[in-house]
């Protein structure tokens, strides 16, 4: 059974940072590219960070100020968040897909997590 279990949001004042979990089991983690993703109302869900073997990608909007890291012996995963905006509210979850090319599109994740809710207040 694999399972995606992301925690570490939660409500912070703008400027402040939070660090993202996600946990991973049921697949070779090491073999997988994994991608942070968040999804506000009414919006598209978007790629903010990915990290394969090979590569790492970050969105416009989180360049300068989240980390993706991974961690394959504890097959997890982490979004490392400083210097958040009100902007950045949004559900984030984690999703992996085969191979070590990181794509935007949702459709090429093979596996989600159930998400983190992250709040920035003003």
């Known amino acids: 059974q694999v399972q995606l279990v992301e925690s570490g949001g939660g409500l912070v004042q703008a400027g402040g940072s939070l660090r993202l979990s996600c946990a991973v089991s049921?697949?070779?983690?090491?073999?997988?590219?994994m991608g942070w993703y968040r999804q506000a109302p009414g919006k598209e869900r978007e790629l903010v960070a990915g990290i394969s073997s090979i590569t790492t990608y970050y969105a416009d909007s989180a360049k300068g100020r989240f980390t993706i890291s991974r961690d394959n012996a504890k097959n997890t995963l982490y979004l490392q968040m400083n210097s958040l905006k009100p902007e950045d509210t949004a559900m984030y979850y984690c999703?992996?897909?085969?191979?070590?090319?990181?794509?935007?599109?949702?459709?090429?994740?093979?596996?989600w997590g159930q998400g983190t809710q992250v709040t920035v207040s003003s």
């Open positions: 999703a992996a897909k085969p191979g070590r090319h990181i794509v935007l599109s949702t459709t090429a994740y093979d596996y």
């Open positions: 049921g697949i070779i983690f090491s073999s997988r590219a």
